[in-house]
């Protein structure tokens, strides 16, 4: 019973208090606008005995909330004990608190291990803009009040033990952007109006124990763009509205509705969210077939309808996914074959049709699908051959064919790469580890005759015959060009250099583990990795396996060759754990200049972040990691070499197998001459990375460098290219104004806040460091030396053998 007194005291301090308190469920429309109008007169009121610190005033009401709010907050570590009478509350002393105007715009506190309840006096707060409490510990119901803030923009209380039901009362919230209620212990229904605010984009209920429907004000959103309603016990149909109204085209792109009690079909309306890009329906009572208009969502990159109980033929439909990355269809009733035109899925990496009834044969054209992952087509009815092409899959990880009714031979890479539980089932299947050999087939019918007999013994010696007169010719070629260069570089890695030049070259080693000559490269094969304002990179494939990277340099931009080679092995002498090592440079007759490094087999940190499929995660202490070591090796360039990078991108920091990251493309302004690194240094960094001083300095400084490093360490944050320019606003501005006007939770990679509860301190202090490096002042960023110690004791990293560095 106290427990209620204090619940509604709130009511008893007001004219009407006991009358609204006693009709309150009979009259809960009245009740509402008395209370409404009582928070905006007692939220006008200045104190009578006004707390005045430095000039800075706070209104009685927004005052009174925040010490109800302390009151009723459990506060083990002692965070709120800034909020005391010796400051003002407007101050900036009181953590989580800021003002304007004398009223109270944030009240941020998450990762702060909080517990207790939200008083009702929090509608107080009528300058309340965001209220951003999640992962604490804080239960009781989500106040009603809360709804009754006219500028409330975002609520994020997610990760928390709130309680009860999702007050109607937030559908008076009309420029609410986000609201984020997620992993609590909310239940009852979905109000209507929640979605009455026209601003807002992004709803997430999931990880809750809500029930009944999906209302249909939702579907109908012109604003939102996330809706996650994953993890409750929602039930009935999912309504057959989406789009329903052209002219309020819904901009949905992500839809979550997995793990619930939806029944009935699929809404054939999704095919009108033209800016879908996933859906997750898995793990419901969802019957009937794929509609066909789920094939016009092309920019959907993921499609869940895993466990249901769909049926009908594999839809021919997702076959115009062109955008499509991950297709789970397991554990359904779905047959059919699977289309041969599947291999327009050019982006598809993870393909799941585990548990159906499919039959036919595995379509040849599956193998055209190079990005390939994981592919699953267990427990099916499935006849025939494993088609060859498959075995050419570059990037195959994960490959399950069991329990079918194929046949015939495993092609030989896919018995090597994966174990029997790949291929269990399939009684007419050999070749592969546990099974069988197969037989070696004979062809029925008459013996061969004595002149076919004759034909082949010819063939095969003229075959032979060949084959030695190209050995021959290889070994007189290869003596020619050892008498006249021992070191020349091959035609083939240079297309790469001038083919057919027969004249010599030099080749000079800088020592490494793998020494090479140029015979060793005639036969190697090249392949473009990418192109920069200094020339263009190959990959080289040597005869022994080994891979190395060549550039070719630009031959207008590079310096005379005495100075270049001056130059060159002052840079072949760099060694650091942390960046690329030049092995070698070859100087061709014609003017050619080839740089031979490394061959990283990750790429760059661009390709990494960027361009890997959804369900590749890259985790906190991995980017740490990255961070740091791209902080040493830039160290060492200003400390040990008085190299000025000047062009430093996520594209120029490589990652070698174990994702050590390795700076590229120092040093280069070396070798070139002065008025090619003006231009050069002009269109540096255009990308984002580019100081704002560069454009008055026309050269750069390590301050420059540091604004680079800045800018990478957000890109690893964010999970955003720093390109990906936002109404003439540069990447490092756009983050800062997201960090003042909306929290740090809306800079962050989703991914990392998975982890938020154990790397949020973390993030949060990376991010500081970050910023600072961004500050558009050159003489305010911090020296590389300070940002290391920074990196080093927000994380520390656990005991290792030191690695060594390149030699």
Same mark, same amino acid.
């Given at each position: 019973?106290?427990?209620?007194?204090?619940?509604?005291?709130?009511?008893?301090?007001?004219?009407?208090?006991?009358?609204?308190?006693?009709?309150?469920?009979?009259?809960?429309?009245?009740?509402?606008?008395?209370?409404?109008?009582?928070?905006?007169?007692?939220?006008?009121?200045?104190?009578?005995?006004?707390?005045?610190?430095?000039?800075?005033?706070?209104?009685?009401?927004?005052?009174?909330?925040?010490?109800?709010?302390?009151?009723?907050?459990?506060? /083990?570590?002692?965070?709120?004990?800034?909020?005391?009478?010796?400051?003002?509350?407007?101050?900036?002393?009181?953590?989580?608190?800021?003002?304007?105007?004398?009223?109270? =715009?944030?009240?941020?506190?998450?990762?702060?291990?909080?517990?207790?309840?939200?008083?009702?006096?929090?509608?107080?707060?009528?300058? #309340? !803009?965001?209220?951003?409490?999640?992962?604490? +510990?804080?239960?009781?119901?989500?106040?009603?009040?809360?709804?009754?803030?006219?500028?409330?923009?975002?609520?994020?209380?997610?990760?928390?033990?709130?309680?009860?039901?999702?007050?109607?009362?937030?559908?008076?919230?009309?420029?609410?952007?986000?609201?984020?209620?997620?992993?609590?212990?909310?239940?009852?229904?979905?109000? $209507?109006?929640?979605?009455?605010?026209?601003?807002?984009? !992004?709803?997430?209920?999931?990880?809750?124990?809500?029930?009944?429907?999906?209302?249909?004000?939702?579907?109908?959103?012109?604003?939102?763009?996330?809706? +996650?309603?994953?993890?409750?016990?929602?039930?009935?149909?999912?309504?057959?509205?989406?789009?329903?109204?052209?002219?309020?085209?819904?901009?949905?792109?992500?839809?979550?509705?997995?793990?619930?009690?939806?029944?009935?079909?699929?809404?054939?309306?999704?095919?009108?969210?033209?800016?879908?890009?996933?859906?997750?329906?898995?793990?419901?009572?969802?019957?009937?077939?794929?509609?066909? +208009?789920?094939?016009?969502?092309?920019?959907?990159?993921?499609?869940?309808?895993?466990?249901?109980?769909?049926?009908?033929?594999?839809?021919?439909?997702?076959?115009?996914?062109?955008?499509?990355?991950?297709?789970?269809?397991?554990?359904?009733?779905?047959?059919?074959?699977?289309?041969?035109?599947?291999?327009?899925?050019?982006?598809?990496?993870?393909?799941?049709?585990?548990?159906?009834? =499919?039959?036919?044969?595995?379509?040849?054209? *599956?193998?055209?699908?190079?990005?390939?992952?994981?592919?699953?087509?267990? @427990?099916?009815?499935?006849?025939?051959?494993?088609?060859?092409?498959?075995?050419?899959?570059?990037?195959?990880?994960?490959?399950?064919?069991?329990?079918?009714?194929?046949?015939?031979?495993?092609?030989?890479?896919?018995?090597?790469?994966?174990?029997?539980?790949?291929?269990?089932?399939?009684?007419?299947?050999?070749?592969?580890?546990?099974?069988?050999?197969?037989?070696?087939?004979?062809?029925?019918?008459?013996?061969?005759? %004595?002149?076919?007999?004759?034909? %082949?013994?010819?063939?095969?010696?003229?075959?032979?015959?060949?084959?030695?007169?190209?050995?021959?010719?290889?070994?007189?070629?290869?003596?020619?060009?050892?008498? &006249?260069?021992?070191?020349?570089?091959?035609?083939?890695?240079?297309?790469?250099?001038?083919?057919?030049?027969?004249?010599?070259?030099?080749?000079?080693?800088?020592?490494?583990?793998?020494?090479?000559?140029?015979?060793?490269?005639?036969?190697?094969?090249?392949? *473009? #990795?990418?192109?920069?304002?200094?020339?263009?990179?190959?990959?080289?494939?040597?005869?022994?396996?080994?891979?190395?990277?060549?550039?070719?340099?630009?031959?207008?931009?590079?310096?005379?060759?005495?100075?270049?080679?001056?130059?060159?092995?002052?840079?072949?002498?760099?060694?650091? /754990?942390?960046?690329?090592?030049?092995?070698?440079?070859?100087?061709?007759? &014609?003017?050619?200049?080839?740089?031979?490094?490394?061959?990283?087999?990750?790429?760059?940190?661009?390709?990494?972040?960027?361009?890997?499929?959804?369900?590749?995660?890259?985790?906190?202490?991995?980017?740490?990691?990255?961070?740091?070591?791209?902080?040493?090796?830039?160290?060492?360039?200003?400390?040990?070499?008085?190299?000025?990078?000047?062009?430093?991108?996520?594209?120029?920091?490589?990652? +070698?197998?174990?994702? $050590?990251?390795? %700076?590229?493309?120092?040093?280069?302004?070396?070798?070139?001459?002065?008025?090619?690194?003006?231009?050069?240094?002009?269109?540096?960094?255009?990308?984002?990375?580019?100081?704002?001083?560069?454009? &008055? #300095?026309?050269?750069?400084?390590?301050?420059?460098?540091?604004?680079?490093?800045?800018? %990478?360490?957000?890109?690893?944050?964010?999970?955003?290219?720093?390109?990906?320019?936002?109404?003439?606003?540069?990447? /490092? @501005?756009?983050?800062?104004? *997201?960090?003042?006007?909306?929290?740090?939770?809306?800079?962050?990679?989703?991914?990392?806040?998975?982890?938020?509860?154990?790397?949020?301190?973390?993030?949060?202090?990376?991010?500081?460091?970050?910023?600072?490096?961004?500050?558009?002042?050159?003489?305010?960023?911090?020296?590389?030396?300070?940002?290391?110690?920074?990196?080093?004791?927000? !994380?520390?990293?656990?005991?290792?053998?030191?690695?060594?560095?390149?030699?």
């Amino acid at each position: 019973m106290e427990d209620q007194d204090q619940d509604f005291s709130y009511f008893f301090q007001h004219p009407f208090g006991v009358f609204m308190f006693l009709t309150y469920e009979k009259w809960i429309p009245f009740v509402q606008i008395l209370l409404f109008l009582q928070l905006i007169i007692s939220g006008t009121q200045l104190a009578s005995g006004q707390d005045n610190w430095d000039g800075i005033i706070i209104t009685e009401a927004n005052y009174q909330a925040l010490e109800a709010l302390k009151h009723e907050l459990v506060d /083990p570590k002692g965070y709120l004990k800034t909020w005391n009478n010796s400051y003002g509350a407007c101050s900036g002393s009181w953590i989580g608190i800021k003002c304007a105007q004398g009223q109270v =715009i944030v009240i941020k506190l998450p990762l702060k291990g909080l517990s207790g309840r939200l008083t009702e006096k929090i509608g107080q707060f009528q300058g #309340l !803009r965001k209220l951003s409490l999640h992962d604490n +510990d804080i239960g009781g119901v989500i106040p009603f009040s809360l709804g009754y803030l006219p500028n409330l923009r975002g609520v994020q209380l997610y990760n928390n033990r709130f309680t009860g039901s999702i007050p109607g009362s937030l559908g008076l919230c009309l420029v609410l952007q986000t609201l984020e209620l997620s992993n609590n212990s909310l239940s009852g229904i979905i109000p $209507d109006s929640i979605v009455n605010s026209t601003k807002l984009y !992004r709803l997430n209920l999931s990880y809750n124990s809500l029930s009944g429907s999906i209302p249909i004000s939702v579907t109908q959103s012109r604003s939102l763009v996330f809706i +996650d309603l994953q993890y409750n016990n929602l039930s009935g149909s999912i309504p057959d509205s989406w789009g329903e109204n052209e002219e309020n085209q819904v901009k949905l792109q992500s839809l979550m509705l997995n793990n619930n009690s939806f029944t009935r079909g699929i809404p054939v309306s999704l095919g009108k969210l033209s800016e879908l890009l996933e859906i997750s329906l898995s793990h419901n009572y969802i019957t009937g077939v794929i509609p066909n +208009d789920i094939g016009r969502l092309t920019m959907l990159r993921t499609l869940d309808v895993s466990y249901n109980a769909i049926n009908g033929s594999f839809p021919v439909s997702l076959s115009n996914l062109s955008s499509l990355v991950v297709l789970n269809l397991e554990g359904n009733n779905l047959d059919g074959e699977i289309p041969l035109d599947i291999n327009k899925l050019r982006k598809l990496s993870d393909i799941n049709l585990r548990d159906n009834q =499919i039959r036919g044969n595995i379509p040849a054209t *599956i193998g055209d699908i190079s990005g390939l992952v994981q592919i699953d087509l267990s @427990r099916n009815n499935l006849t025939g051959e494993i088609p060859v092409s498959v075995d050419d899959l570059p990037n195959l990880k994960s490959f399950n064919v069991s329990y079918n009714n194929l046949s015939g031979p495993v092609p030989t890479h896919l018995a090597k790469q994966f174990n029997s539980s790949a291929f269990l089932g399939n009684v007419q299947l050999c070749g592969y580890n546990t099974s069988n050999s197969c037989p070696v087939t004979v062809t029925r019918g008459s013996k061969r005759s %004595i002149k076919d007999i004759i034909l %082949i013994i010819v063939g095969c010696f003229i075959i032979i015959l060949f084959l030695l007169c190209c050995i021959l010719l290889c070994c007189l070629i290869k003596k020619r060009t050892e008498a &006249k260069a021992a070191n020349d570089v091959p035609p083939t890695v240079g297309e790469v250099e001038a083919a057919g030049d027969n004249t010599g070259g030099k080749l000079v080693h800088f020592g490494g583990g793998m020494i090479f000559s140029a015979d060793d490269l005639l036969c190697a094969t090249a392949d *473009i #990795l990418g192109k920069s304002t200094y020339g263009t990179v190959y990959k080289a494939t040597l005869e022994d396996g080994n891979q190395v990277a060549v550039k070719r340099l630009r031959e207008k931009i590079t310096k005379s060759q005495r100075e270049f080679e001056k130059e060159v092995n002052v840079l072949g002498k760099i060694r650091h /754990p942390n960046l690329l090592a030049l092995r070698a440079y070859y100087l061709g007759t &014609k003017g050619e200049k080839l740089l031979i490094f490394d061959y990283m087999p990750k790429g760059s940190l661009a390709t990494f972040l960027h361009s890997r499929s959804p369900d590749t995660p890259v985790d906190w202490p991995t980017r740490m990691r990255i961070a740091k070591g791209t902080t040493r090796g830039l160290l060492h360039l200003h400390t040990n070499a008085n190299i000025i990078h000047g062009n430093l991108t996520s594209s120029n920091v490589l990652l +070698d197998e174990n994702t $050590d990251a390795k %700076i590229a493309d120092y040093g280069l302004s070396r070798l070139a001459t002065a008025a090619a690194n003006s231009n050069i240094i002009a269109t540096a960094g255009a990308l984002g990375y580019r100081a704002p001083e560069l454009n &008055k #300095l026309k050269k750069a400084n390590v301050k420059m460098d540091v604004y680079s490093l800045g800018v %990478i360490m957000l890109e690893l944050l964010t999970g955003k290219s720093p390109g990906e320019a936002t109404n003439g606003v540069d990447f /490092p @501005r756009r983050v800062a104004s *997201i960090v003042k006007e909306e929290g740090t939770n809306e800079v962050f990679d989703l991914e990392l806040m998975r982890d938020a509860s154990i790397f949020g301190d973390e993030l949060l202090s990376t991010l500081k460091l970050a910023l600072h490096c961004v500050d558009p002042t050159p003489s305010a960023r911090p020296e590389v030396q300070q940002v290391l110690q920074q990196l080093e004791d927000i !994380r520390r990293e656990t005991p290792t053998a030191a690695p060594s560095a390149s030699h």
